[in-house]
């Protein structure tokens, strides 16, 4: 493993990390070895499991789940394409 292992670290560090990792993602996603991206999915699961572990009543965002994405859905087709047409 490449780094502080994630219960280690405390919270401002780990916020740190997550960030860190998820602004790098594309660009390894794109552009690195099979060895970088498959280093880089196995860092941020244990950071993103270590933030989950600390915050299992984390807020979430109504837009962001099953049921707000469909409502989401719904709204958009009772919107007419050309208003005022």
């Known amino acids: 493993m490449t780094g502080v292992e994630p219960n280690r670290l405390d919270d401002q560090q780990l916020m740190k990390e997550l960030e860190n990792i998820h ?3 594309h660009d390894t ?3 690195g070895s099979n060895d970088a991206l ?7 699961a244990q950071l993103e499991g270590e933030y989950l572990r600390r915050n299992p009543r984390r ?7 099953r049921e707000g994405a469909r409502e989401r859905n719904c709204a958009d087709r009772a919107t007419p394409a050309n208003p005022g047409t």
């Open 59 to 65: 807020p979430v965002a109504a837009g962001r789940t």
């Open 38 to 44: 498959r280093a880089h999915n196995d860092r941020m």
């Open 23 to 25: 602004r790098t993602r």
């Open 29 to 31: 996603l794109l552009y």
